[in-house]
């Protein structure tokens, strides 16, 4: 037994020098830097506290709502004469009524209490602009709200207007 053991060690101890990399040449190279400071997809959710049900713990769970988008219009201002940012329309839907638990949550859904998650241009990072809320957690989508994109190379930076229709 305390024969196996060592062996068992000893491959263990072998395979670890085996196994381990030691990249001694092409650290030199650079990694390309992307240009590209786009939106290229957006998402829409609605979060709420479900009061009728309970975690383990017995706090009240959050449930989250896929919220349907189309007609997404996504502009560079280049192409839209007169334009002074980068813009992209879209149409937010609220789902049926089935979707929410309890089903009269669906009629508290706003265009004031969203949550917006996009798409952006290889690693690329985005920022929201004045009171635009930061992506992934609930804001104020009832009026156009602005986010900078802000390409990997950091030479490029685009400003980009949010505009949604929200359909029940």
Same mark, same amino acid.
């Given at each position: 037994?305390? %024969?196996?053991? $060592?062996? %068992?060690?000893?491959i263990?101890?072998?395979?670890? *020098?085996?196994?381990?990399?030691?990249l !001694?040449?092409?650290?030199? !190279?650079?990694?390309?830097?992307?240009? #590209?400071?786009? /939106?290229?997809?957006? *998402?829409?959710?609605?979060?709420?506290?479900?009061? #009728?049900?309970?975690?383990? #713990?017995?706090? %009240?769970?959050?449930?989250?709502?896929?919220?349907?988008?189309? %007609?997404?219009?996504? @502009?560079? !201002?280049?192409?839209?004469?007169?334009?002074?940012?980068?813009?992209? /329309?879209?149409? +937010?839907?609220?789902?049926?009524?089935?979707?929410f638990?309890?089903?009269?949550?669906?009629? @508290?859904?706003?265009?004031?209490?969203? +949550?917006? $998650?996009?798409?952006?241009?290889?690693?690329a990072?985005?920022?929201?602009?004045?009171?635009?809320?930061?992506?992934?957690?609930?804001?104020?989508?009832?009026f156009?709200?602005?986010? !900078?994109?802000?390409?990997? #190379?950091?030479?490029?930076?685009?400003?980009?207007?949010? $505009?949604? /229709?929200?359909? $029940?």
């Amino acid at each position: 037994m305390k %024969n196996e053991l $060592k062996i %068992n060690r000893l491959i263990a101890l072998m395979l670890m *020098f085996v196994l381990s990399s030691c990249l !001694k040449s092409g650290l030199d !190279k650079e990694l390309p830097a992307f240009a #590209d400071a786009k /939106i290229t997809d957006v *998402f829409f959710e609605y979060r709420y506290l479900d009061s #009728d049900s309970h975690s383990s #713990d017995g706090s %009240n769970l959050v449930r989250v709502v896929q919220l349907p988008v189309s %007609n997404k219009q996504f @502009k560079l !201002k280049e192409s839209a004469p007169g334009a002074s940012t980068d813009s992209i /329309i879209a149409t +937010v839907t609220v789902p049926s009524s089935d979707k929410f638990t309890p089903q009269t949550e669906r009629d @508290k859904v706003t265009a004031s209490y969203l +949550v917006c $998650k996009t798409n952006i241009s290889t690693a690329a990072r985005i920022e929201p602009v004045a009171t635009a809320p930061k992506m992934g957690t609930p804001g104020d989508f009832s009026f156009p709200q602005q986010y !900078k994109v802000i390409a990997a #190379d950091g030479q490029v930076e685009r400003i980009w207007t949010l $505009k949604i /229709i929200l359909a $029940k």
